[in-house]
């Protein structure tokens, strides 16, 4: 963390220097730069609250320049933030913050008027609006913050499996999106990587939806993901006991990272 603290000193001492009313095209971008960095080195620190603080300023600075490779950069760091807070925060806590990140990436993403430098930042938007809609579906599909619904019961049932199965739909139109645009914009190792954790995230989505798999293009070897954690419980039961936990840990961890993040 040593490492990580002078790092932030040097970029808030560099952001300091930095005019705050500037009219100044390139002062504004190195200024836009500074704030997603320095965000990065609070992130990497644990500081969550404080990089989301960081990303957002950056964000606006670049949506001012018309900066779309900025705007994109610092709406996937915002996704990845709120997506971290998730693991240890209830959802309860975090619907308005998870709503307000939801509608910001999904409005940097469908802004096709200018595409990102780096055509890679858009397939990660869409892959992070996947990740979001899956986590607002399974998570966040009760608009009622938990109070008690006054209505027939079974109705209201009925309501919230309608929600969480739209948003679980939104979730796999976004995955498909990202994997289309990964064959379409890359080729060799980049492509491949690109499009083998995009290929789980569509199949996992078509699954809870309850739609077969129709991507016919996954390697033959390579495993479906709600095989690959069963493998791996099987075959922990024919292995000796000194080798069993191993195997065990492997199938929770390859059941626990879906989706894929980019």
Known sequence: FGEFDQAMDY???KLALIPKDLKNVPLLLEKAITLNQIGNYHYQSGHYDQSAVFFKESYLLSKQLENR??????AANMARVVLTKCEFIPFSQLRDEFENVLALVEATSIDRSKKPGNPEYGVYLKNYLGILYHYRGLYFASTDGG???DRNRFSAVVDELQKEHDFLKKSLHYFEDALTAARNDFKGAMRQKLESGLRQNVE????LIGKQTEDKS???EEEPWHFQWQFKYLESLQVEKAKRLTLLLEAEKSLARLPYGM
């Open 147 to 149: 109070k008690q619904i």
């Open 204 to 207: 996992l989505a078509r699954y």
């Open 218 to 220: 996954s390697p033959a």
């Open 11 to 13: 970029f808030q001492k």
């Open 69 to 74: 490779q900025g705007m994109a950069v610092n």
